[in-house]
T-cell receptor
Framework: GENVGLHLPTLSVQEGDNSIINCAYSNSASDYFIWYKQESGKGPQFIIDIRSNMDKRQGQRVTVLLNKTVKHLSLQIAATQPGDSAVYFCAENSGTSYGKLTFGQGTILTVHP | EAGVTQFPSHSVIEKGQTVTLRCDPISGHDNLYWYRRVMGKEIKFLLHFVKESKQDESGMPNNRFLAERTGGTYSTLKVQPAELEDSGVYFC?????????????FGDGTRLSIL
């Protein structure tokens, strides 16, 4: 598959548990961050975004936390379901409006029924 | 509303041949981006169009790659001549303009294999 050769962090959870996926970013000028979910054979699917003037944002079953002091981003998924199994990517926009995203390496989430 | 669509979904060609990938963004999205993921690497930015203009092409690897967006609607990415290291998945994304950063929405990609 697409992830062959790329040693991604993995997270295995039981159905119904909460999941936390972490991401470190490097550019202190980044002011916009996005989490994507990618299933096999598909493109990255937008989950949630956050701007640097916020430290928390909630969506449906998902919460993104941003800690600018340590340049850390996390995605929390509540009541994880088997359909949440996928590769999750964080991406940052390095301070350029509408500009390019820099992607993290991704984390493989596996949810066991 | 239709999402970002890419054609073809797969392409297998021999080294030295030419391939053209197409991307149709979400209707009304003036921003269009190309990214690629080669084996064992992360998703990397190639270039960014605003309407028909190239806003940022800093990620284009070399002059064998040519992207166009005539008329500001769909875009093509041509690789000529293709080399082995060009194999990978090429993604297109689009976003709206206005109100600061807007989420980029991705297509399912074109899986390109160079033999």
């Amino acid at each position: 598959g697409e992830n062959v050769g790329l040693h991604l962090p993995t997270l295995s959870v039981q159905e119904g548990d909460n999941s936390i996926i972490n991401c470190a970013y490097s550019n202190s000028a980044s002011d916009y961050f996005i989490w994507y979910k990618q299933e096999s054979g598909k493109g990255p699917q937008f989950i949630i975004d956050i701007r640097s003037n916020m430290d928390k944002r909630q969506g449906q079953r998902v919460t993104v936390l941003l800690n600018k002091t340590v340049k850390h981003l996390s995605l929390q998924i509540a009541a994880t379901q088997p359909g949440d199994s996928a590769v999750y990517f964080c991406a940052e926009n390095s301070g350029t409006s509408y500009g390019k995203l820099t992607f993290g390496q991704g984390t493989i989430l596996t949810v066991h029924p | 509303e239709a999402g970002v669509t890419q054609f073809p979904s797969h392409s297998v060609i021999e080294k030295g041949q030419t391939v053209t990938l197409r991307c149709d963004p979400i209707s009304g999205h003036d921003n269009l981006y190309w990214y690629r993921r080669v084996m064992g690497k992360e998703i990397k930015f190639l270039l960014h169009f605003v309407k028909e203009s190239k806003q940022d092409e800093s990620g284009m690897p070399n002059n064998r790659f040519l992207a166009e967006r005539t008329g500001g609607t769909y875009s093509t990415l041509k690789v000529q001549p293709a080399e082995l290291e060009d194999s990978g998945v090429y993604f297109c994304a689009s976003s709206q303009v206005g109100g600061g950063n807007q989420p980029q929405h991705f297509g399912d990609g074109t899986r390109l294999s160079i033999l």
